[in-house]
């Protein structure tokens, strides 16, 4: 797999003291009933595997930000809504713990730009747009200077390129405003650096116009809100009607009951790694059954390698072959269903042939991902999925020694908690669309 890869150049041409007092709304996209399942794990697959050809290149008034989320129709993807500029311009973007760079597109953009739903963000256009600073201590360009003073106009921009997209991107920073659209229950923060692409290629965009890193790298949301910590419970893929709500500050906690906790395993220095939230994760149980995998077949190793991450902008879980192996073995094991090779239909290669496109499918037990301290525990709607008469396990395999991931589909009904200041993830079971 191909990794992140990102050019620096420099062309001739800080976040609020009040910040962390601001409040930020998510809602939800609701899922297009036009599109099958099948049709939805293919797309999120392939959105999948462009993401982590990414990674594998570059080896309210108490405080708190809360924002809407939503599915995007097809892609599998929680999709928060924001507004950027003065006068505000609404768009939605990727929520993405995986990464740490916000960016959008934005006129003028040439004729190699995705399609989205809302029109471009013209930066001539609002009074509060600036050029990032090329010795700010958020641009790229600042190591390049190595304590120099910049050229005069200097604007850094950059080609992020991904095993099949890119974009180019020049910094600039401008005021954000987050919440609903009720003004009173708003917040604008000013001085917020981000991305403003004029081109871009080989993106699989659904409804989304650009992307909010939610990682912990500097240029995150989390990082330039200086929030200790957020939250958020999402909704179920097949709830078209309900919101879930993303929290980053003091608000953000888990008043539920069953409340796990385990800590961060301490990320490589190295980007893109840098910005992952690594987990210990030991075993994995079936039912009653653990599976047997060697304690460090998902463990981080000396040189960045491997490792297990929670990523929100990931649809299916990836593990390593030697674990992934050892999971589908135990499904079939349980099932009396017809195997079929579900790869050209869903992606997903083990799936079982229902008696019907109507049938039910047979009951499983839970799932249990152990973490140091906790357990994880998924019910058979959390790991399996059904369409159009196959009934398939919603995970993947990666080669061993590479990264693993616990995507949003595993973290449906999961109400889950960063504790970045304590360097812990706590979860808990939830209805996430009562909450």
């Known amino acids: 797999m191909a990794s992140l890869a990102i050019l620096v150049s420099l062309v001739c041409a800080a976040l609020a003291s009040d910040a962390a007092a601001v409040r930020v709304e998510l809602t939800r996209i609701h899922a297009d009933p036009s599109v099958t399942a099948s049709q939805f794990v293919r797309d999120a697959l392939r959105r999948d595997m462009h993401r982590h050809n990414a990674r594998q290149l570059a080896a309210s008034s108490d405080g708190t930000v809360s924002a809407p989320t939503q599915i995007a129709p097809t892609a599998g993807e929680y999709l928060m809504t924001l507004a950027i500029g003065t006068p505000p311009q609404s768009y939605q973007a990727i929520a993405d713990t995986g990464s740490d760079l916000i960016w959008t597109q934005c006129a003028p953009c040439s004729s ?49 390129t991904y095993g099949s997209g890119w974009t180019y991107v020049f910094e600039g920073s401008e005021t954000f405003t987050f919440g609903s659209s009720t003004p009173a229950n708003q917040a604008r923060v000013p001085g917020i650096a981000f991305g403003c692409s004029n081109a871009s290629g080989g993106f699989n ?22 929030v200790p910590k957020f939250s958020y419970c999402l909704t179920p893929y097949q709830d078209t009607n309900s919101t879930s709500t993303l929290l980053l500050g003091p608000s953000a906690s888990l008043n539920d009951t ?112 152990h973490f140091d301290g906790a357990d994880m525990v998924l019910p058979a709607e959390s790991y399996m999925m059904s369409d159009s008469g196959l009934w398939c396990l919603a995970m993947q395999n990666q080669t061993d020694g590479g990264l693993s991931i616990l995507g949003n589909y595993q973290q449906q009904n999961m109400h889950i908690l960063y504790d970045v200041g304590q360097e812990t993830l706590s979860f808990a079971p939830a209805k996430c669309s009562t909450l």
């Open 112 to 160: 190699q730009c995705f399609q989205q739903p809302t029109p471009l963000y013209n930066p001539s256009s609002s009074t509060t747009f600036g050029v990032l600073p090329c010795n700010s201590s958020l641009s790229r360009c600042a190591a390049a200077l190595a304590g120099a003073a910049p050229p005069p106009g200097c604007v850094c921009m950059y080609n992020q």
């Open 205 to 226: 965009t659904s409804s989304a116009s650009g992307l909010v890193g939610l990682g912990r790298g500097s240029l995150s949301l989390v990082s330039q809100l200086g």
């Open 258 to 369: 069953g409340v796990s906790s385990t800590p961060f395993v301490a990320s490589p220095s190295s980007a893109p790694m840098s910005t992952y939230y690594y987990l210990n994760l030991t075993g994995i149980s079936l039912g009653t059954t653990a599976l047997s995998i060697p304690p460090n077949a998902l463990s981080l190793k000396a040189d960045g390698t491997g490792g297990f991450i929670i990523d929100s902008g990931t649809t299916i879980t990836l593990l390593g072959n030697t674990a992934y192996q050892q999971v589908r073995a135990a499904v079939v094991s349980l099932v009396t269903l017809a195997t079929t090779d579900g790869s050209a239909a869903t992606g997903l290669d083990l799936c079982f042939e229902l008696p019907s496109s109507t049938s039910s499918p047979p009951a499983m037990p839970s799932m249990t991902l």
